[in-house]
């Protein structure tokens, strides 16, 4: 018989860089950094304004870092968004009818 280990839900299970922020949402932080960065390469190459891209960039950087930081749930914000969107699609709507009364 196999028996599961009870893991309070204030305790983290991976390292992390800073209370609520991890390896893996480094990773995603700096994906996110990175195609925003590269879209914004190609406007600066239009628009030639080196404030823009470089505010661009930062603004994209410290979002992404407080929308992916865990509180102290374990949820983000992000979390937060994709749990209200699935919530939000799984109600359904039943019409009441009236009907005829027993008594």
Excluded: W
Excluded at 15 to 20: C, D, P, Q, V
Excluded at 57 to 86: E, F, G, H, P, W
Aim: with cysteine; aromatic share 12%.
């Amino acid at each position: 018989m196999k028996r599961k280990l009870y893991i309070p839900e204030s305790v983290r299970t991976k390292s992390e860089i800073f209370n609520g922020y991890g390896f893996t949402q480094l990773i995603q932080t700096a994906l996110i950094t990175i195609i925003v960065g590269v879209i914004s390469f190609f406007i600066y190459l239009f628009h030639g304004s080196l404030p823009v891209l470089i505010t661009t960039i930062l603004i994209t950087c410290a979002s992404s870092v407080t929308l992916l930081a865990k509180d102290a749930t374990n949820q983000s914000v992000a979390d937060y968004v994709k749990n209200m969107i699935r919530f939000a699609r799984s109600q359904k709507k039943y019409g009441y009818q009236n009907g005829k009364e027993l008594f």
